[in-house]
């Protein structure tokens, strides 16, 4: 049993040493999160009636319970809890999932590890190191965030509580991370496997809520909503961090039984065997692509039809008890919207459009996968050239958002349309507000692409960074931490959002800029050479 876990300690300093800047980073923009909101939150809120008053607005504006959290209390600590319970949580999920499966099922999938397995290395050591990293990644997040609070006049329960809970998401996610890194063979599809299912069932929980009591139960089955009902500076209950602890050692023990009986390089889903012929359409670059990316693409059909056709549905009715709210008028005014409906349904796009978004780069990204693998250049030895070889995956970095975002109007239009008994102007309506964005995700696959061209080893980290950096800078700019100006710079969301008012010359720039990019990109990869 011992000899598993031979070279543990080797591959942490391994890991550590190559992953050091993003872990870093990860932690940091994790912290800002929440540090950030805390340091202003008194100057927000620096009245009772003022902390009160948010207090009914989050209570008045289901959008707030949905997507963010619940706030239980009208305590500076608890404002600042829902502030940043949805940001923290969901980050920290993200880097843990994304940092577990790099370092595992990656490492096998380019055949690192069956290169480190030829030295002194127990069969269970790579795993154990990555769990290792980012759970003690996860305890530094805990401590540093109940420090940071505390020196910024918290109590000191209410900031160790809120610092598990960011610690836990981390272990939740990791011990999601182990399982589907043993199920699956392909590194993706093991990183969404572990954070979908995290991001999906925080709107469970938010649903739970919106729900009242008649859905309070519905809460208590998902981790999101045992972390929200710690209730962090309001009266906290610590007995929820044994659920979240039961949680990490029943997926754990199953990742590490999983791996002790699964072949190397190989998953416990089988894949199954092709066809002996392969068919004529493989015989063009695109007809490559397709068999490559087509599984990916349906089954984020399927995710965003099975959220946005049920969300188009319910959402307007649901919004009934609360259209005459002076909050959710306020805001319906803000973004320059029609209704409270159509505020909704703003505020609901501007979050998908994100996973819409790393999916447009990660269909790019595979041209890079495509030359670290040695794959592209067994294509290019036949009579392809490099610019039919990119233009085949960045088809589909382009194509399937517009068809995802195209589905998700449809889907809305026809919900609200069956509801509202105007089918013909909810789909116009919906349509034009979820087309409008495809300029700002085609901006970030063209910074994906010409990173791919001009730098090639570092194009992943610079395709998941622009993206990274829109989201972030949007969350700290509406903490009122940095400046309106900062958000409009650096991100391309902000340009396409009703409540800036873009116009058709907007659109129009942020295509152009686009297709400069896309140039870049491939006037880089024409030049320089193909690493793998």
């Keep these: 049993m011992k000899k598993d876990f031979i070279g543990t300690s080797g591959l942490i300093r391994l890991i550590l040493r190559r992953d050091r800047i993003l872990l870093l980073i990860w932690i940091l923009v994790t912290l800002g ?24 607005q989050v209570m008045n504006i289901p959008m707030l319970v949905l997507f963010q959290s619940r706030a239980f209390d009208a305590t500076l600590g608890a404002l600042a809890t829902q502030q940043t319970f949805a940001g923290a949580t969901i980050l920290a999920a993200l880097g843990s999932a994304l940092f577990l499966v790099r370092n595992t099922r990656k490492e096998e999938q380019t055949g690192r590890r069956e290169l480190i397995g030829s030295t002194v290395v127990g069969r269970h050591a790579p795993l154990t190191a990555a769990l290792a990293v980012v759970l003690g990644s996860g305890m530094i997040l805990t401590l540093i965030t109940a420090l940071g609070l505390i020196g910024f006049g918290f109590s000191m329960a209410g900031s160790l509580a809120l610092g598990l809970v960011v610690g836990s998401a981390v272990g939740i996610s990791a011990s999601m991370a182990a399982v ?68 990490v050692f029943v997926l754990l023990k199953l990742a590490f039984k999983l791996s002790a009986i699964r072949d190397l390089g190989a998953g416990m889903i089988p894949v199954g065997n092709g066809p002996a012929i392969a068919p004529s359409g493989l015989r063009s670059p695109m007809g490559l692509a397709w068999r490559l990316q087509r599984r990916m693409l349906f089954f984020w059909i399927g995710l965003v039809t099975f959220i946005s056709l049920p969300t188009g549905l319910v959402g307007p009715k649901g919004l009934q008890e609360y259209a005459q709210g002076e909050w959710i008028q306020e805001y319906a005014a803000t973004l320059n919207v029609a209704s409270p409906a159509d505020a909704f349904f703003t505020y609901l796009l501007f979050v998908m459009v994100f996973p819409i978004a790393m999916y447009a780069i990660m269909a790019t990204l595979r041209m890079r996968s495509d030359e670290v693998d040695g794959s592209a250049e067994m294509i290019l030895t036949t009579a392809v050239n490099r610019w039919q070889w990119a233009a085949s995956h960045l088809t589909f970095g382009l194509v399937a958002p517009v068809i995802l975002l195209i589905i998700m109007g449809l889907s809305f239009g026809i ?102 990019l896309i140039s870049t990109g491939f006037y880089g990869l024409r030049r320089r050479d193909l690493t793998n």
């Excluded at 990183?191 to 919106?210: E, K, Q, T």
């Design 180 to 247: 589907a890194a043993q199920l699956t063979e392909n590194a993706s599809v093991a990183s969404i496997s572990a954070f979908g299912p995290f991001y999906c069932l925080h709107f469970v929980r938010g649903i739970s809520n919106m729900g009242g009591e008649s859905l309070a139960w519905l809460g208590w089955l998902v981790p999101n909503g045992w972390l929200e009902n710690v209730r962090p500076f309001a009266s906290e209950r610590w007995w929820i961090f044994g659920l979240v602890a039961i949680w």
């Design 33 to 56: 999160i929440i540090l950030g909101s805390a340091s202003s939150i008194d100057s927000v809120y620096p009245t009772v009636e003022a902390r009160y008053e948010r207090f009914d």
């Design 415 to 516: 919900g609200s349309g069956i509801q509202s008994g105007d089918l013909s102007g909810d789909l116009t309506r919906m349509l034009t507000l979820t087309t409008s964005l495809i300029p700002a995700v085609w901006v970030i696959v063209g910074i994906t692409m010409a990173a791919i061209g001009l730098f090639g080893r570092g194009s992943t980290v610079v395709g998941w960074t622009s993206l990274a950096v829109g989201i972030v800078t949007e969350i700290v700019v509406k903490m009122g931490l940095l400046p309106e100006w900062l958000f409009l710079t650096l991100s391309p969301f902000p340009h396409v959002n009703p409540y800036y008012q873009p116009t058709a010359t907007t659109l129009l720039v942020l295509t152009f800029l686009s297709a400069i």
